[in-house]
């Protein structure tokens, strides 16, 4: 009988004993296949880590490059605006001076013919000597009319000129293309 029970036992165990194979075989697959998807999981998630720190530093870069460039940009663009007010100040004094000195020369001028006129010996003389000042007046006045125009022109050229390099300089940043 214990070669019956041998038996039993034995085949029990050799019936139990593919079974058993085959559940350490399956339970052995499914721990090389969770540590195989967790070492895919973990290559993936630190390849993304430093995918994004890659992508942050070179985004940060070009920010700050960027902002950079724009402080720069608004202290030149300041830098212009300064440079033509400091033109047309320049000019505007310029010009007054130059008004004055004409608005100076008028009064001498009508100083001196207002005794001459004062000193006429005839009606003739009079109208003659006012004639001549009245000309004259016309003239001085054609000339300096001429003379601040082409100060004004010159003036206008002199205190765009840092304003339009400027804006060529703003233009050609807009339209070019980001690298």
Known sequence: M?????????????????????????????EAVMKAGTDAYAKHYEQ???LTKD?????????FQNYDEMVSLNKA?????????????????V?????????????ETGMTTTKKLLGAKNLQEMMDLQSEYSRSLFDGCVAESAKVAEMS???????????????????EKITKPAA
């Open 48 to 50: 993304t880590v430093s």
């Open 77 to 93: 663009n300041l830098d212009a605006v300064v440079a033509t007010t400091t033109t047309f100040a320049k000019a505007f004094e």
């Open 153 to 171: 022109m010159k003036t206008a050229n002199e205190a765009f000129a840092p304003i339009q390099e400027r804006v060529q300089v703003t233009v």
């Open 55 to 63: 992508h942050v530093e070179k985004t940060s870069t070009m920010l």
């Open 2 to 30: 214990s070669t019956a029970k041998k038996s039993a036992a034995t085949v029990q165990q050799d019936v139990l004993a593919p079974v058993e194979a085959a559940v350490n075989a399956g339970k052995e697959t499914v």
């Open 95 to 107: 010009l007054a001076k130059e008004l004055m000195g004409f608005a100076q020369g008028n009064v």
